[in-house]
């Protein structure tokens, strides 16, 4: 983490802290951040926010097929596709993050793991903050099997891939999927306040143990978006503004 923080730039990524939007607005405005990025109009930004009404967002290359849309339509879930990776997320209970950056930033960019490693340090010292210990899922041996494996599973959250956040149980607090476009690159995450519930929403839940867990049966009391907010944001802004004042 200190390595991170002492990497910051001078040209530093903008926080933005959004009220929750509707899920292909949310899309929108990542996708302009990302292309202004790799058009050099700004060096990126991290955004925070949630989705209202509640969302299934599925992955960049996901079938349609994945979804219940009969479910959604009864529950009032929208349905959008991200233009990340992964697969399918339901934004309702937790707080989504995405980190838009040059693919050479000295602090979030690298390649694609080396990337994600890096973000997950960010994220898990805002967990931290609010009392929440997680444990990088290690780098699986054979990385084509691992990717394979997980793409033939519908729900983000069953299935936890390299370096996303783990409880000491093994399961799975924060989803990642990451795209790259034009030199620049776009990371999802999402934080959990409740287990996830996404299998609810698709035709064929691939769910398996140990699963999911959210931050509230971590701590075993009633965190408010609020607070899970602004640990995240105290984690990336000790990043972002580690070296205020350097030449």
Do not use: W
């Not at 898990?124 to 903050?129: D, E, I, N």
Request: hydrophobic letters at 40%.
């Amino acid at each position: 983490m200190s390595d991170l923080v002492g990497a910051a730039t001078r040209q530093r990524l903008e926080l933005i802290i959004d009220a929750p939007a509707p899920g292909d607005e949310n899309m929108r405005r990542d996708v302009a951040l990302l292309e202004a990025c790799a058009h050099g109009e700004i060096p990126g930004a991290v955004r925070l926010y949630g989705f209202a009404p509640a969302c299934l967002s599925l992955g960049r290359m996901q079938p349609l097929d994945d979804v219940d849309l009969d479910a959604c339509a009864r529950d009032g879930v929208d349905v959008v596709r991200r233009p990340s990776g992964g697969r399918a997320v339901l934004h309702d209970q937790e707080v989504t993050y995405s980190v838009i950056c040059r693919s050479t930033d000295p602090v979030f960019g690298g390649r694609v793991l080396e990337s994600c490693s890096r973000i997950h340090q960010v994220v898990a010292a805002g967990l931290v903050a609010l009392g929440v210990s997680t444990i990088p899922r290690a780098m699986p041996p054979n990385l084509r099997r691992d990717a394979r494996e997980g793409a033939a599973v519908a729900d983000c959250f069953a299935r936890p891939a390299a370096h996303e956040l783990l409880d000491d149980r093994g399961r799975k607090l924060v989803g990642s999927a990451q795209a790259r476009r034009g030199g620049a690159l776009l990371q999802h995450g999402s934080v959990l306040l409740e287990s996830p519930r996404a299998a609810g929403y698709l035709r064929e839940s691939a769910a398996t143990s140990p699963g999911g867990v959210g931050v509230r049966e971590l701590l075993g009391r009633e965190v408010t978006r609020d607070e899970l907010v602004d640990a995240l944001a105290a984690g990336f802004s000790l990043v972002l503004e580690g070296d205020r004042g350097s030449t």
